[in-house]
């Protein structure tokens, strides 16, 4: 079916729009088109673009309809006629059921477009192995033959070759064998797999073993992070998965480590936005709905476990391996905050960019699956018996907006050791969720380069808007940072998560005339500089 098929009333004039915010109401015309939901009112000026994607739900009662979208916003418009609100609400509703493959083709005519990223895995590859000869850079994985959710160059350990590869990706659940993922100066390393496929019967692989210990000099010991419970652990042997036995990797030292699925994630943020949608209620009722959500102690739990990896390797000097069972959300999550945690470069706007392309993007986690829809779709899946809107919400998380949340954390905590500014994690939420760019496409690298969209690259776009991301208060340090974890420590994004409650305008305002001020002090200060050094050097002339 064509996209213009899908949209019984491309235009209506006579629409009320109310939202985001309370205050905010305007009445003009509303267009449906293929990729967009455009509002406009030239009597009030005001434009208002949604993209299809960044819808979530659609709610229709008589003649009004409700928008609910992945950025947690609230969008109402009121029809003339209810007839004209139930075309509207099922032009919608079938526009954002549409397969991602087909609405980014459709928006996006030049396919043969190929996926570029400034950061490819050749040169990712070859800045890991630099330097160190215990490391290489193997094909076995080219044509992604070995795992499909792994690119197609990776880091491994050098006395290992491709056959025992080959081996351990058998040992390992969809084939994601161990791979490298930092080394730190201190000479321990920090690699990433999935669950060994140990079964009941307690199955071994010595091939597995073998690149695993071979991580290890001498005498030396590491530690196997283990992101599920040791329920969850020993309940997946049942299921043909598990951990590593003692007996066969005794240098290697397994931690438990519970972080919830990324279902769990969802459902709680549905809680969470659900209390921070609530303007009327009492202090004492709100605080226990941010409680009842949880989410502040997810975010907690994981901040928590990053640190014991960070420990791990720079206080110990112990090599680290984390898994889980697939291996794409938890584990990452860990991999890439203990990483900000260690090394500064990941705390620069470039740094961090290639953090997010190596541990997320290339590494396989399943951005389409897993923004498919949003906490209002998981809010409505849970209370509905509808088949459809169950395998809609089938699959969907909130993993990678915990992840940025956990880096605002550490961000709030030392807001002068990041070069980049909170708005840009703000904006790396929205574009993971929908975009122009295409960047966040697909599940894995290889959606994106057998399946190319033709959409431009989110990292060129930010390198055009450096200004609005750039953090005034960036003091260069080549320290670790220690985030606390303590409760009291831990707060609420208040601009994700309230941003559509409570109108931040002024708030926003004032902050951009305190960065406008710091900046200008920055630049004063460095013109002192300039006219001292001057002064010194005339008066050495003269002498």
Not at 3 to 27: E, Q, Y
Not at 55 to 61: G, H, S
Not at 132 to 145: C, E, G, H, L, T
Request: glycine share 4%; charged share 20%; net charge positive.
């Amino acid at each position: 079916m064509e996209f213009a098929d899908k949209i019984r009333i491309p235009k209506l004039n006579g629409v009320t729009m109310r939202g985001p915010h309370v205050s905010n109401t305007s009445t003009g015309t509303l267009v449906i088109t293929g990729h967009h939901l455009i509002f406009s009112s030239r009597s009030e000026d005001v434009e208002l673009w949604i993209l299809n994607r960044n819808i979530d739900i659609v709610e229709r009662k008589l003649n009004t309809i409700t928008l609910k979208c992945k950025d947690f916003r609230i969008i109402v418009f009121d029809m003339p006629y209810i007839e004209q609100a139930t075309s509207v609400a099922a032009s919608i509703e079938s526009l954002i059921m549409t397969e991602e493959a087909d609405y980014v083709h459709h928006m996006f005519s030049n396919k043969n477009n190929e996926y570029r990223s400034p950061f490819n895995v050749q040169s990712q590859c070859e800045q890991l192995v630099a330097g160190d000869s215990m490391w290489r850079i193997s094909q076995v994985n080219k044509s992604y033959r070995v795992c499909n959710t792994y690119p197609e160059l990776t880091v491994v350990p050098s006395n290992v070759d491709d056959t025992m590869l080959i081996a351990s990706a058998k040992f390992r659940q969809n084939g994601r064998f161990p791979v490298l993922s930092y080394r730190h100066e201190k000479g321990s390393v920090l690699m990433r797999s999935s669950q060994p496929l140990v079964g009941s019967s307690s199955k071994r692989c010595k091939q597995d073993e073998r690149v695993i210990n071979s991580v290890l000099g001498p005498g030396k010991r590491g530690y196997i992070i283990d992101t599920r419970s040791v329920a969850n652990a020993t309940n997946a042997k049942a299921r043909g998965g598990g951990f590593e036995m003692e007996a066969h990797y005794p240098q290697w030292r397994r931690v438990n480590s519970a972080l919830e699925r990324h279902n769990v994630l969802l459902d709680s943020l549905s809680k969470l936005i659900e209390a921070c949608n609530d303007t009327t209620c009492t202090i004492e009722r709100w605080l226990n709905k941010l409680n009842g959500s949880e989410w502040l102690s997810h975010v907690k739990d994981t901040l928590n476990a990053a640190c014991l990896v960070a420990q791990c390797l720079n206080k110990e000097r112990a090599s680290v391996l984390v898994h889980g069972s697939e291996s794409t959300d938890a584990t990452l999550v860990l991999i890439s905050l203990t990483q900000l945690i260690l090394n500064p470069e990941c705390r620069t706007i470039v740094g961090f960019e290639s953090l997010i392309e190596r541990e997320w993007l290339q590494a396989g986690h399943p951005f389409e699956t897993r923004h498919k829809s949003g906490c209002y779709n998981a809010a409505r899946s849970k209370g509905s018996s509808s088949s459809s809107s169950k395998i809609f919400h089938h699959g969907s998380g909130a993993t990678f907006l915990l992840f940025l949340d956990c880096t605002w954390q550490i961000h709030n905590q030392f807001p002068c050791c990041f070069q980049f500014s909170t708005n840009f994690l703000s904006s790396l939420v929205d574009h993971s969720y929908c975009s122009d760019f295409s960047t966040f496409y697909g599940n894995c690298e290889s959606d994106r380069k057998n399946n190319p969209c033709g959409k431009p690259n989110l990292w060129s776009h930010f390198d055009q808007k450096i200004d609005e991301i750039i953090n005034p208060l960036y003091l260069p340090t080549n320290n670790v940072i220690w985030p606390s974890v303590a409760p009291f420590s831990i707060e609420l994004w208040r601009d994700m998560y309230l941003r559509w409650s409570i109108d931040q305008t002024h708030q926003k305002k004032y902050k951009k005339s305190i960065d406008d001020l710091i900046k200008r002090n920055k630049e004063l200060k460095v013109l002192a500089t300039k006219l001292r050094n001057e002064t010194q050097e005339s008066g050495n002339k003269s002498t």
